[in-house]
């Protein structure tokens, strides 16, 4: 069984999103950092993580991933604000 998160990154003017699944949160984060992980993030400068969800398995992280990338961008943002209402990045929580 390998762990999943389901993530959702955001540009410094905060107002792009990027929703993601991984097994390994900062490999792929630090691959956004650099401009490796998509080229919409790249383009964009798409790189700090405002909200995720952990799993127990990586399948269920992906579900979420199709899920949430059919909602409409309101549901995102009020999803996002429930746990971080300050829109911080989120990252320092996995180093």
Same mark, same amino acid.
């Given at each position: 069984?390998?762990? =999943?998160?389901?993530?959702? *990154?955001?540009?410094?003017? +905060? ?7 991984? @097994?390994? &949160?900062? @490999?792929? *984060?630090? *691959? #956004? ?5 998509? &080229?919409?993030?790249? @383009?964009? #400068?798409?790189?700090? *993580?405002?909200?995720? %969800? %952990?799993?127990?398995?990586? =399948?269920?992280?992906?579900?979420? %991933?199709?899920?949430? @990338?059919? $909602?409409?961008?309101? $549901?995102? $943002? ?12 989120? +990252? #320092?929580?996995? %180093?």
């Amino acid at each position: 069984m390998t762990k =999943g998160y389901f993530y959702i *990154l955001s540009n410094s003017t +905060r107002n792009l999103l990027y929703a993601g699944a991984t @097994k390994n &949160v900062i @490999k792929r *984060l630090r *691959l #956004h950092e650099l401009g490796m992980a998509s &080229v919409f993030t790249k @383009k964009y #400068h798409i790189k700090y *993580l405002i909200y995720f %969800e %952990e799993f127990e398995e990586i =399948g269920e992280a992906f579900k979420r %991933e199709k899920q949430i @990338k059919n $909602w409409h961008k309101d $549901w995102k $943002w009020n999803l996002i604000k429930e746990m971080n209402p300050e829109l911080l990045d989120l +990252r #320092h929580r996995f %180093e």
